[in-house]
T-cell receptor, first 112, second 114 residues
């Protein structure tokens, strides 16, 4: 069945370091891909998305490119801040209006 | 716009007791989802409504879980009787039908079964 695999955490970085969180997926057809972020004590928030191959989603300095050939959607940020500390979830949707399928999440901890 | 409202924020119950969670989606959102997020895991879909009809409840443990969405707006999720393994955060989300813009989630209800 359809699934999402994320790199194991936690990821611990110093402020201004480069961030990569790997995400690969298995799905039939052409899913839409998402990154959600969950700050401590808060609900899930959409960070960015991409709906077709080679699309790049971006928001708040984060980027991810939909790579169909490698079935990947890795999250990157050039310079992380302490405020980026959160749990990041990669997710897919096989078609509009259908439920999201999530990865297990990756915890990011950034220290000053 | 107002977000997805959920209540209560926290609930502690003993096993075999019953519990209910409430969700009020964003106004005009026809699609409503309930997810279960166990600690250390990603959210897993329990049930999806389109207006007041069920679209997908294939992963809902129907022997103990039930959900309804009367009048296509608010929704309640019930567990009866609860088990220890039901301890989780229960998330409600809503979306406009036929959209690729992602989903808006509520803050969730953290359930602890002791």
């Amino acid at each position: 069945g359809d699934s999402v695999t994320q790199m194991e955490g936690p990821v611990t970085l110093s402020e201004e370091a480069f961030l990569t969180i790997n995400c690969t997926y298995t799905a039939t057809g052409y899913p839409s891909l998402f990154w959600y972020v969950q700050y401590p004590g808060e609900g899930l928030q959409l960070l960015l998305k991409a709906t077709k191959a080679d699309d790049k989603g971006s928001n708040k300095g984060f980027e991810a490119t939909y790579r169909k050939e490698t079935t990947s959607f890795h999250l990157e940020k050039g310079s992380v801040q302490v405020s980026d500390s959160a749990v990041y979830f990669c997710a897919l949707s096989t078609q509009a209006g259908t439920a999201l399928i999530f990865g297990k999440g990756t915890t990011l901890s950034v220290s000053s | 716009e107002a977000g997805v409202a959920q209540s209560p924020r926290y609930k502690i119950i003993e096993k075999r007791q019953s519990v209910a969670f409430w969700c009020n989606p964003i106004s005009g959102h026809a699609t409503l989802y309930w997810y279960q997020q166990i600690l250390g895991q990603g959210p897993k879909l329990l049930i999806q409504f389109q207006n007041n009809g069920v679209v997908d409840d294939s992963q809902l443990p129907k022997d103990r879980f039930s959900a309804e969405r009367l009048k296509g707006v608010d929704s309640t999720l019930k567990i009866q009787p609860a088990k220890l393994e039901d301890s989780a955060v229960y998330l409600c989300a809503s979306s406009l039908a036929q959209t690729e813009n992602g989903y808006t989630f509520g803050s969730g209800t953290r359930l602890t079964v002791v």
